[in-house]
């Protein structure tokens, strides 16, 4: 089945670091991905919506200067936390779409990031 | 985007059947209605997607009536392995979905 790969898995680093998290697509080309984040006991919240080729579209209220996304092919789409800060620490989780109009799309197993 | 709402949480013994209902009174006429698993510190497994009528596959089933304004995932004979977060969506693969906050199903043994 599809499979969507996150790297790395859990990542600890200081305040002021910025980090990269991977999101690959291991079996298919992915025109779009997504990128969530989700805090503790709640839901996933849809961060931005990562088209190959072209820029980002970010949701209301998330920072595109904050958390820059690069999807540079069909299978590689890429998060960075810039400057991150201990509210940044989240559980962060990409998606992409198999393609066509009816697929499902397949997650991530997620990277937990935390700012010391 | 379709808005969904699930309840809560559920509890049920092991060996039990669960059918947990899904209200999506907006779905437009192309949408999907797709179940995730979630457990803790994972991203959300693929359960189930469906557009009309049943589905079943290996591990569920999907009851959509013909109005589809709901739909009902059915877990036969749970383990404890299902405890876990339960979402149902609704759309179009290649586009946004929006999250409900899902339901926390409880396996007691």
């Known amino acids: 089945g599809a499979v969507v790969s996150q790297h790395p898995s859990w990542v600890i680093c200081k305040s002021g670091t910025s980090v990269k998290i991977e999101c690959r697509s291991l079996?298919?080309?992915?025109?779009?991905m997504f990128w969530y984040r989700q805090f503790p006991k709640q839901s996933l919240m849809l961060m931005a919506t990562?088209?190959?080729?072209?820029?980002?579209?970010?949701e209301q209220g998330v920072e595109k200067d904050k958390f820059l996304i690069n999807h540079a092919s069909l299978t590689l789409s890429t998060l960075t936390v810039t400057s991150a800060h201990p509210e940044d620490s989240s559980f962060y989780i990409c998606?992409?779409?198999?393609?066509?109009?009816?697929?499902?799309?397949?997650f991530g197993d997620g990277t937990r990031l935390s700012i010391l | 985007l379709a808005k969904t709402t699930q309840p809560i949480s559920m509890d049920s013994y092991e060996g039990q059947e669960v059918n947990i209902t899904c209200s999506h009174n907006?779905?437009?006429?192309?949408?999907?209605i797709t179940w995730y698993q979630q457990f803790p510190s994972q991203g959300p497994r693929f359960i189930i997607q469906?557009?009309?009528t049943k589905v079943t596959n290996e591990v569920a089933s999907l009851f959509i009536p013909a109005d589809r304004k709901s739909s009902t995932l059915s877990l036969p004979r749970v383990s404890l392995s299902d405890t876990a977060v339960y979402y149902c969506?609704?759309?179009?693969?290649?586009?946004?979905?929006?999250f409900g906050i899902g339901t926390k199903l409880q396996v007691i043994p």
């Open positions: 998606s992409a779409d198999l393609g066509g109009g009816n697929q499902p799309q397949h």
């Open positions: 079996d298919f080309q992915a025109t779009t």
């Open positions: 990562s088209n190959e080729g072209s820029k980002a579209t970010y």
């Open positions: 907006n779905i437009a006429t192309n949408d999907y």
């Open positions: 469906g557009y009309k």
């Open positions: 969506l609704v759309g179009l693969g290649y586009q946004k979905v929006t």
